[in-house]
């Protein structure tokens, strides 16, 4: 698949619906990596879908949490909307509607697995749903979620009370030694379509972990998984105030 053209027909056959506009079915698919081998071809790649997926998503997730579970606080229900977006729940439902197959990538990222790659299934998933409330609106858009993400949304709402690693890390850590962990880029490379972030957790200015990932939210997650992990290890971290590097 990785050509000039999109097989529409077979793709929304996957779907199980088509679209009024074939041409943003394309965009959703369309990578910045493949525009920059295929200059002479005028197209746009799907990151502003993506972007507009991302919000249509936040909003599907928090009407549904706010009617699925009436008892539960504000924070509460933050802390479940973000463990969907946080977690692998996107990519799975890519995978399973075979999205990656329809990918526009470069050769380079064609090589390097591309198709597989949890963060693009991610992104591809959510432009892939900005094109439907762009083609189709908001009730179908709504639709096509509750048919994907539904269940596990509900799952994870019946866990009761979910935080992420950064949540537990400042808890911890305010309750501790009265210190909020503050997060930085240390370090990042790759390409622009595919940089890896490394970033350090710190308290009062000592590094404490690093972690790295596809986006800077994966990868101070990633640091703060780790600084828990030494913080059960070692009972408490020991800082001083002001302490430097």
Do not use: C
């Not at 808890?171 to 790759?190: C, D, F, R, W």
Request: hydrophobic share 35%; proline share 2%.
């Amino acid at each position: 698949m990785n050509n000039a053209k999109i097989n529409n027909s077979n793709l929304e056959k996957q779907l199980g619906f088509s679209f009024y506009n074939p041409s943003i079915l394309r965009t959703a698919f369309t990578h910045r990596s493949w525009l920059n081998e295929h200059h002479q071809i005028k197209a746009v790649s799907n990151e502003r879908l993506e972007f507009l997926g991302d919000a249509v998503l936040e909003l599907w997730s928090s009407d549904r949490l706010f009617n699925l579970f009436p008892n539960y606080p504000e924070g509460q229900l933050t802390n479940i909307r973000s463990a969907l977006v946080r977690g692998q729940s996107l990519a799975a439902a890519a995978k399973k509607l075979k999205l990656g197959t329809y990918l526009r990538l470069s050769r380079g990222e064609e090589k390097t697995g591309g198709r597989e790659n949890t963060s693009l299934l991610e992104n591809t998933f959510e432009a892939l749903l900005g094109a439907i409330y762009s083609d189709h609106g908001i009730v179908f858009a709504f639709r096509f979620l509750d048919h994907h993400l539904l269940p596990k949304l509900k799952e994870l709402g019946r866990q009761g009370n979910i935080k992420d690693a950064k949540t537990l890390f400042q808890e911890i850590a305010q309750e501790k030694m009265k210190i909020t962990p503050t997060y930085q880029v240390l370090n990042s490379q790759g390409p622009e379509h595919q940089k890896l972030f490394i970033s350090g957790v710190f308290l009062n200015e000592r590094l404490i972990a690093k972690g790295q990932g596809h986006s800077k939210r994966q990868a101070e997650e990633t640091a703060a998984k780790k600084a828990l992990t030494i913080f059960r290890k070692q009972s408490k971290i020991k800082i001083k105030k002001n302490a430097k590097n």
